[in-house]
């Protein structure tokens, strides 16, 4: 089975090396035919924007949509979840995603560069993740059919920022970044090798 990163723009070699930590020869991938040819997919973070217009550049937008909809194991972290979003709050004027999970997400919910954190989370099945936000968004709200796995509380509200939907893994945090694959561990064996 072979995972690809899409590797239009963002931290594509860090994805790349915790999934290969994981046991799984991942690549990058930036061609309809490398993209046709895999088994699951990561959209990394970076920003949602320019990869979305890269990929209608290239002309890989509809090709990587239709796959996320036809069921490619897919997993995005930050940039990658607004791009998963069915719906967004506060995008940029025009902005589009390939979606497939069935909720709405804010970008930068948190704050702007400056106010990125790091905090430990209770992630459902694995314990406490530390996790790195970076202008990082969250999920406002979602359908019934979206599991949450993790959340962080502000001011009393508890606001998603881990999701599984069938297929499709989203996490508005970035795992690759702190040296634990758990999280990248999960999509490989709950979603990647059961699909």
């Known amino acids: 089975m072979k995972l690809g990163v899409l590797a239009l723009q963002g931290d594509v070699r860090e994805h790349?090396?915790?999934?290969?930590d994981c046991g799984v020869d991942a690549r990058p991938v930036r061609t309809s035919a490398e993209i046709s040819s895999?088994?699951?997919l990561i959209i990394p973070g970076g920003e949602s924007t320019t990869i979305a217009k890269l990929a209608r550049s290239f002309d890989l937008f509809d090709l990587i949509s239709g796959r996320i909809r036809e069921g490619l194991p897919t997993y995005g972290s930050c940039a990658g979840m607004i791009l998963l979003a069915n719906e967004l709050v506060d995008g940029a004027e025009g902005?589009?995603?390939f979606g497939g999970l069935d909720?709405?997400?804010?970008?930068n919910a948190f704050g702007r560069q400056v106010d990125s954190f790091e905090t430990d989370l209770d992630f459902l099945g694995l314990g406490s993740v530390h996790a790195v936000f970076i202008?990082?968004?969250w999920v406002e709200t979602l359908n019934s059919r979206v599991e949450v796995l993790a959340a962080v509380e502000i001011d009393g509200v508890s606001h998603p920022v881990a999701v599984r939907q069938k297929s499709i893994l989203a996490t508005s945090f970035h795992p690759e970044l702190t040296g634990d694959n758990r999280v990248h561990r999960y999509f490989v064996t709950e979603i990647f090798h059961s699909s």
């Open 16 to 20: 790349i090396s915790a999934l290969n």
């Open 38 to 40: 895999i088994d699951g």
């Open 95 to 97: 902005q589009e995603t």
């Open 103 to 107: 909720v709405k997400v804010r970008r």
């Open 135 to 137: 202008r990082a968004p």
